[in-house]
């Protein structure tokens, strides 16, 4: 697999955990668990396990061990394919089913990831009003600076990503410690939650939201490409040693998310249930009873770990959808415009439910994200859940038959509950008379049964469909035999300069690639206001300085001994310069580097990526 289509690029094998023992071995591996556990107490689960606590009390605390136990399998089988076949779940789905179900696939998996990061956005928006009285509308707007703060994270490597996400976990952790001991839960009372029990009514509506809200599809996407970040070797040892580490920090990152869960129903349960507040519906409300109830200190924790828990499943959601883009559709785009793109995608929503409906809607859009959410979550598991089993593929490491069990066990519970989930919104959209009947019927429904036959399809397709070693298919193809190399003469060569200190390297470079033999077309583009409306008619002082500079290079160069033409172009740089390659029939264009960076590229653009990609000969570029 050539870099390009290695899974998050960018930061693929960064992270080297070669030579080290014991516990220097274990904290190389530890840090991909992390960026997982985030989404497993992101504003979706808070909404969940308030709902949970304040009217049931403790009850639900086995649902939550229940669901935790799941992520841990299900996010062992992402890592495992990770690390045993080098592909994300994004692209070994490519690589499965053709490509009429991997499109399908690639829409809900986006609308899954867009669904989330909703719930993250209204989250962090939340905690915002609740910490500073921003209103909401702005605290979505500053939602936007968090594509800037991952790609600047990005730029920086893996693990100060990592160190910014175990901080923003580490705040969350304290908080709700600190809010453990201002309201001092009956320990007893807690320990009898973990007794399972019969869930019927309103309590197994909520203990459906709780599983749906744990185990997030996006979450096992991500993982299997997170784990590729380390550099292992590649042998039965080397995987199985990554194997063993990345357990470890999954076990431990995913304990510590429930624990973070435990405590926000246990605070619920202690705070609202005991005191009679049953019909605690919404993140504000918890708010403002604690304030009622404890005093300032406890709702100020608890919004600043609404706040980190935001921040931080925004940057998680955010991956997730470069490497679903990039792994089913083999598709790569600029980091920044990717990831705000996802952002707006979410963001869109947000904006048009608070301009519509009014800052009181917000809590219906996170259920509907949370229903479209679960939705989406088979086409994850199942999946996974069959690559893993592959023996094919997997080799020694495919899972053996009491995991695979296990497995479809889990499976079977998450969609068989999701599915319930949705079938009961439905039945309340229908009831509900403010809702239009028709578009249920003629858009939902029909929508749903083409989502169910399609999750049947990826269920069913793998038994009988005989798989191929990955590298039969790599993207790219195998390596091409090179024979005898012949000298390529270039006849017309095409040189742009602008004037500047790196003229003379660019010029330098061209000559060498021709020598005396070749002919010469100094290119200059003329992009004055007046050159853009009036072309080669403009007279203008900048075109003539251009003009007469143009012609001292021409005389100097002749003295030289090389055969030298003027190319002058106007207007549009990009456009001009491919004009001018086509006209006079270049053989070989040379370009210098304008030297802009960072914000000044994505100001200006840049003229280099738009003439590569639109000439047909080939482009020498001197820095």
């Given at each position: 697999m050539s870099n390009k289509d290695e899974s998050l690029s960018e930061v693929h094998a960064s992270v080297n955990t070669a030579g080290k023992t014991g516990w220097r071995k274990l904290f190389a591996f530890i840090g991909p668990a992390y960026l997982i556990s985030v989404g497993y107490m992101d504003p979706g689960n808070w909404a969940t396990d308030i709902a949970g606590g304040s009217q049931f009390g403790y009850k639900l605390i086995w649902v939550l061990l229940m669901s935790n136990l799941m992520a841990l399998l299900l996010q062992s089988l992402s890592a495992r394919l990770g690390i045993v076949r080098g592909l994300d779940l994004a692209q070994a789905s490519r690589n499965t089913y053709p490509n009429y179900i991997n499109y399908p696939l690639y829409?809900?998996?986006?609308?899954?990831?867009?669904?989330?990061?909703?719930?993250?956005?209204?989250?962090?928006?939340?905690?915002?009003n609740l910490l500073f009285g921003l209103p909401?509308?702005?605290?979505i707007t500053i939602t936007i600076l968090d594509t800037f703060l991952l790609l600047f994270l990005m730029n920086k490597g893996m693990r100060i990503m990592e160190v910014f996400i175990v901080s923003m976990v580490f705040i969350v952790g304290v908080s709700f410690l600190t809010e453990m001991f201002i309201i001092k839960p009956a320990i007893d009372e807690v320990i009898s939650g973990f007794q399972p029990s019969i869930l019927t009514g309103n309590a197994l509506y909520i203990a459906i939201g709780i599983i749906g809200a744990t185990v997030m599809p996006h979450n096992l996407y991500l993982h299997s490409s997170l784990v590729q970040t380390r550099k292992i070797e590649r042998n039965s040892k080397g995987i199985k040693d990554s194997l063993k580490y990345n357990f470890i920090d999954t076990a431990i990152a995913l304990n510590l998310a429930f624990f973070v869960n435990a405590a926000i129903l246990i605070l619920a349960a202690t705070a609202f249930y005991k005191n009679g507040l049953f019909e605690v519906a919404?993140?504000?409300?918890?708010?403002?009873?604690?304030?009622?109830?404890f005093g300032s200190v406890a709702p100020t924790m608890f919004a600043i770990a609404l706040i980190a828990s935001g921040q931080s499943s925004t940057i998680t959601g955010t991956l997730a959808g470069q490497i679903v883009m990039e792994g089913h559709l083999r598709l790569r785009i600029q980091p920044w415009i990717r990831r705000l793109l996802t952002r707006l995608m979410a963001i869109v929503p947000a904006f048009y439910t608070i301009l519509h409906f009014g800052e009181d809607a917000l809590g219906g859009l996170l259920v509907l994200s949370q229903v479209v959410l679960s939705l989406q979550l088979g086409f994850a598991v199942i999946p996974l859940i069959h690559f893993n089993s592959d023996k094919a593929t997997m080799k020694e490491?495919?899972?053996?038959?009491?995991?695979?069990?296990f497995a479809w066990l889990t499976a079977f519970i998450i969609v068989s509950l999701n599915v319930q989930l949705v079938i009961e919104e439905i039945g309340t959209w229908i009831n509900d008379t403010v809702i239009s009947i028709w578009w249920i019927y003629l858009l939902v429904i029909p929508s749903i049964i083409y989502v169910f036959g399609l999750l049947l399809y990826v269920f069913i397709s793998p038994f009988f469909k005989k798989s191929q070693p990955d590298s039969t298919i790599v993207?790219?193809?195998?390596?091409?035999?090179i024979k005898e190399i012949k000298p390529v003469d270039y006849h017309k060569i095409g040189v742009t300069v602008d004037f500047s200190e790196n003229d003379r390297n660019t010029i330098r470079h061209a000559l060498l690639q021709g020598g005396k033999h070749a002919e010469y077309h100094l290119i200059h583009i003329v992009e004055t206001a007046g050159a853009r409306f009036h072309g080669e008619k403009v007279l203008d002082y900048e075109t003539k300085s251009d003009i007469d500079n143009l012609e001292k290079y021409k005389?100097?160069?002749?003295e030289l001994g090389y055969k030298i033409e003027i190319a002058i172009g106007y207007g549009n740089t990009a456009k001009a310069i491919c004009e001018l390659v086509k006209s006079r029939e270049l053989e070989l264009l040379v370009m210098g580097t304008h030297g802009h960076s960072g914000f000044r590229d994505l100001l200006f653009g840049t003229t280099l990526e738009k003439v590569r990609h639109r000439v047909q000969i080939p482009v020498l570029i001197v820095k």
């Open positions: 829409v809900l998996a986006q609308i899954a990831i867009i669904a989330c990061d909703l719930a993250e956005i209204i989250g962090m928006a939340i905690g915002l909401l509308i702005w605290g919404e993140i504000q409300d918890a708010y403002k009873l604690l304030d009622h109830i490491f495919a899972i053996k038959p009491w995991v695979k069990i993207p790219h193809g195998d390596a091409l035999e005389s100097n160069l002749e």
